[in-house]
Protein backbone atom coordinates (compact mmCIF):
# COMPACT_ATOMS: atom_id res chain seq x y z
CA UNK A 1 0.00 0.00 0.00
CA UNK A 2 2.56 2.71 1.09
CA UNK A 3 4.90 1.22 -2.38
CA UNK A 4 1.67 2.43 -4.61
CA UNK A 5 1.19 5.99 -2.71
CA UNK A 6 4.54 6.73 -3.49
CA UNK A 7 3.86 5.52 -7.05
CA UNK A 8 1.25 7.83 -7.40
CA UNK A 9 3.02 10.75 -5.60
CA UNK A 10 5.73 10.41 -8.09
CA UNK A 11 3.82 9.95 -11.02
CA UNK A 12 1.82 13.19 -10.36
CA UNK A 13 4.58 15.11 -9.41
CA UNK A 14 6.32 14.30 -12.53
CA UNK A 15 3.41 15.01 -14.50
CA UNK A 16 2.97 18.72 -12.93
CA UNK A 17 6.21 19.13 -13.48
CA UNK A 18 6.12 18.32 -16.89
CA UNK A 19 2.73 20.12 -17.58
CA UNK A 20 4.26 23.27 -15.98
CA UNK A 21 7.33 22.66 -18.36
CA UNK A 22 8.04 25.16 -21.26
CA UNK A 23 9.11 23.28 -24.76
CA UNK A 24 11.73 24.29 -26.34
CA UNK A 25 11.64 25.89 -29.98
CA UNK A 26 12.67 22.43 -31.72
CA UNK A 27 9.30 20.81 -29.89
CA UNK A 28 7.04 23.85 -31.04
CA UNK A 29 8.66 23.77 -34.90
CA UNK A 30 9.07 27.20 -34.05
CA UNK A 31 12.84 29.24 -34.26
CA UNK A 32 14.60 29.95 -31.49
CA UNK A 33 15.72 33.35 -30.47
CA UNK A 34 19.05 33.22 -30.78
CA UNK A 35 18.61 31.78 -34.44
CA UNK A 36 18.42 34.62 -37.38
CA UNK A 37 15.83 35.85 -38.32
CA UNK A 38 14.81 34.84 -41.94
CA UNK A 39 12.26 37.28 -43.61
CA UNK A 40 9.19 35.81 -45.10
CA UNK A 41 9.92 36.76 -48.96
CA UNK A 42 11.96 39.55 -50.18
CA UNK A 43 10.92 42.57 -50.78
CA UNK A 44 9.75 43.41 -54.67
CA UNK A 45 11.66 45.58 -57.02
CA UNK A 46 15.13 46.03 -57.56
CA UNK A 47 16.24 45.52 -54.13
CA UNK A 48 15.07 42.14 -53.67
CA UNK A 49 15.67 41.16 -57.23
CA UNK A 50 19.50 41.79 -56.43
CA UNK A 51 20.06 39.94 -53.29
CA UNK A 52 18.75 36.61 -55.39
CA UNK A 53 21.13 37.75 -58.39
CA UNK A 54 23.81 37.85 -55.61
CA UNK A 55 22.73 34.48 -53.88
CA UNK A 56 22.41 32.52 -56.79
CA UNK A 57 25.75 34.15 -58.13
CA UNK A 58 27.51 32.76 -55.22
CA UNK A 59 25.93 29.60 -55.44
CA UNK A 60 26.67 29.06 -59.31
CA UNK A 61 30.42 30.04 -58.11
CA UNK A 62 30.25 27.07 -55.32
CA UNK A 63 30.53 28.83 -52.26
CA UNK A 64 29.25 29.94 -49.23
CA UNK A 65 28.90 32.89 -47.27
CA UNK A 66 32.25 32.41 -45.45
CA UNK A 67 34.08 31.11 -48.01
CA UNK A 68 33.57 34.55 -50.15
CA UNK A 69 34.00 36.01 -46.53
CA UNK A 70 37.47 34.79 -46.86
CA UNK A 71 38.10 35.30 -49.94
CA UNK A 72 36.71 39.36 -50.06
CA UNK A 73 37.09 40.46 -46.48
CA UNK A 74 33.59 41.25 -46.67
CA UNK A 75 31.77 40.20 -43.00
CA UNK A 76 30.13 37.21 -43.46
CA UNK A 77 26.92 38.88 -41.52
CA UNK A 78 26.89 41.76 -44.56
CA UNK A 79 27.28 39.03 -47.13
CA UNK A 80 23.97 37.39 -45.55
CA UNK A 81 22.55 41.19 -45.30
CA UNK A 82 22.66 41.45 -49.38
CA UNK A 83 21.45 38.51 -50.20
CA UNK A 84 18.68 38.93 -48.20
CA UNK A 85 17.98 42.65 -49.75
CA UNK A 86 18.84 44.16 -45.70
CA UNK A 87 21.70 46.33 -47.84
CA UNK A 88 23.16 47.11 -50.79
CA UNK A 89 27.06 46.33 -51.76
CA UNK A 90 28.91 49.15 -52.52
CA UNK A 91 30.75 49.56 -55.80
CA UNK A 92 34.24 48.15 -54.06
CA UNK A 93 32.31 45.00 -52.32
CA UNK A 94 30.60 44.82 -56.09
CA UNK A 95 34.28 44.65 -57.67
CA UNK A 96 35.30 42.35 -54.36
CA UNK A 97 32.12 39.59 -55.19
CA UNK A 98 32.64 40.21 -58.97
CA UNK A 99 36.62 38.70 -58.63
CA UNK A 100 35.45 35.91 -56.33
CA UNK A 101 32.48 34.69 -57.88
CA UNK A 102 33.68 35.25 -61.75
CA UNK A 103 30.70 35.50 -63.24
CA UNK A 104 29.52 35.44 -67.05
CA UNK A 105 29.21 39.11 -68.80
CA UNK A 106 25.42 38.23 -68.55
CA UNK A 107 25.17 37.50 -64.94
CA UNK A 108 27.60 41.00 -64.38
CA UNK A 109 25.80 43.14 -66.44
CA UNK A 110 22.29 42.31 -64.84
CA UNK A 111 23.56 42.84 -61.56
CA UNK A 112 25.01 46.16 -62.14
CA UNK A 113 22.14 47.16 -63.61
CA UNK A 114 19.79 46.00 -60.65
CA UNK A 115 22.05 47.64 -58.74
CA UNK A 116 22.02 50.75 -60.46
CA UNK A 117 18.04 50.64 -60.21
CA UNK A 118 18.09 50.73 -56.41
CA UNK A 119 20.46 53.92 -56.03
Not at 108 to 118: C, F, G, K, M, Q
Request: hydrophobic letters at 35%; zero cysteines.
Amino acid sequence: MLAALIVIGLLSGGIATYANSTPVASETNKTSRSATPRPSSLPPGPEGRLATQLRDARKNAGLSQEEVSARTGIARSTINDFERALAVPSAESMQALYSVYEPSYDEWTALVVTRSEIR
